[in-house]
């Protein structure tokens, strides 16, 4: 990678939509929209709400299927110098293996498994809950394909520990967190839920302090690397989320924002390693000091 | 088609009733190449709350003085800090943005709903060879305004409001048929809101009318890559009402 910073999944499609935007070749790695094998139409109703410095959304993973993917539209990213890693969602721990053994030759350079998606009923949160059944995705996942496989966490647990560790066993090569976060809105002159999921994910700078809390301790926990993200918007985001342990950091609801918001925070990024003199992002990452007033 | 984001600069802005403003922006960028239909992404702060851009239609457009148009209606926190904008601030500006009406009619009649209203006038310019006709409906007089906005560029303006303070009690949709019967109308060019627009849309297939509607959801990105704004569309499949539409003819919707 050019830049150990990438595009969340489900914030940047599929890249190709802010190409009028900004140069693709100068994000470190683009994180495609969930992926299924097949098409899915994704959930009805309103599915986008702003909160405080944050949003709800209940896209439902929406996406063409995998054979488009594979069909047409890597090929269109294949003429970019920017690695594709492709975010697959399963209903069944078979359905990842077949959308591992899919892409492997499909010119993806890697995969994350979603095993937290929060606004599916069936799959998604409820592999990434149970320690054994991460596992056992990651297991068949790593089985039907030679592709490096990233697994995204939920922060939806209660010991994101035990999750990283369960996952990291089964042969995950790398960690990526934070998901969104449950949550839900109700519009006050209706009574309604305001989503038409009623729940949604929530991202944006309102979960930052969350997603930096665990990735400082999954990082700690874990071998693997660790990509942080979780409200990232600006240099500054990302360089605290590297200190607390991540490696790369991957910018999500910020495009919505700046669409150049992944390219400004690796220039940031480069920038504060250079007013420091440190020759790398390696130099930055797990230091965080811990001691009070040093 | 020529997208980008850019910086725009206040040319003026001023109250036109009530909590509705009218503030014209100079983004040279995007006024050449802006066309009916429309919008444009707004961020009007550097702060990250309120986090998103706020989608207008573009009301109006002067590619000569590189200038924006936008009519929009105090509703929340991103529309309130966009009223305090005086001359000479800036904002950041992405567009133009979604497809626009395909002026295709050559006897066109506009129907716009409350601040569906504010998209039709630049579509109306650009028809002004042609003798447009437009319907508009509003809840009362005070929301009205409309009428002298249009004056001078729609031939024939017909008034409903929902308590009869002007025009027509009723709504533009009863209006609708006794217009269409005429057989004056070649092409029908809709903004508003959801239900104006279901009627709308059953009212010109009775009448086989060309319909085209411009839609409003909700939106996060403007692009087409968060997926926000769909609606649905024939065979199970969805719309980006950013990308696809906003403007979309009236049987590509499932209402």
Known sequence: ??????????????????????????????VVKGTTLASRAGNSGRRMAET??????????????????????????????????????GNTVEEYGELAARLDQSGAAGLEVNISCPNVKQGGIAFGTCPESAAGVVKAVKARTKLPVIVKLSPNVTDIVLMAKAVEAAGADAISLINTLLG???????????????????SGPAVKPVAVRMVWQVAQAVR??????GGIMTAADAIEFMLAGASAVAVGTANFVNPLAAVAVAEGIRDYLAERGLPQVGALVGQVNRKQGG | MIKTCVTAKVIKQH???????????AVPAIAAVSRPGQFVHLRLTET????????????????????????YRVVGRGTRLMAGLQSGDSLDCMGPLGNGFALNSQRPLLIGGGMGLAPLLM??????????????????EQELFWPGIYAGICQNIHITTDDGSVGQRGFTVDLLPGLLKQGE??????????????????????YRIACQVSLEEYMACGVGACLSCTCAAAGGKRHKVCTDGPVFRAEEVVW
């Open chain 1, 1 to 30: 990678m050019k830049t150990p910073v990438l595009t969340a999944s489900g914030t940047f499609g599929f890249g190709l939509e802010y190409s009028d935007f900004v140069d693709l070749n100068q994000v470190g790695a683009i």
């Open chain 1, 52 to 89: 405080p410095a944050g949003m709800l959304n209940s896209i439902g993973l929406e996406n063409p299927g995998v054979e488009e993917l594979i069909t047409k539209i890597l090929p269109e990213l294949a003429h970019y110098q920017v690695p594709v890693i492709v975010n697959i969602s």
């Open chain 1, 184 to 202: 839900m809105a109700i519009d006050i002159q209706t009574w309604r839920p305001v989503l038409g999921n009623t729940v949604g994910g929530l």
């Open chain 1, 224 to 229: 693997v690397p660790v990509i942080g993200m």
């Open chain 2, 15 to 25: 109250p036109l009733a009530g909590d509705v403003f009218q503030l014209t922006v």
């Open chain 2, 48 to 71: 990250f709350d309120p986090l998103l851009r706020r989608p207008f239609s573009i009301a109006d457009c002067d590619a000569g003085q590189g200038t924006l148009t936008l009519i």
């Open chain 2, 123 to 140: 579509l109306a310019r650009a028809f002004c060879s042609r003798p447009a006709t437009i319907l508009m409906g509003g809840r009362n």
């Open chain 2, 185 to 206: 109308f070649d092409g029908i060019y809709a903004c508003g809101p959801h239900a104006m627009l279901k009627g709308v849309a059953a009212t010109a297939a009775q």
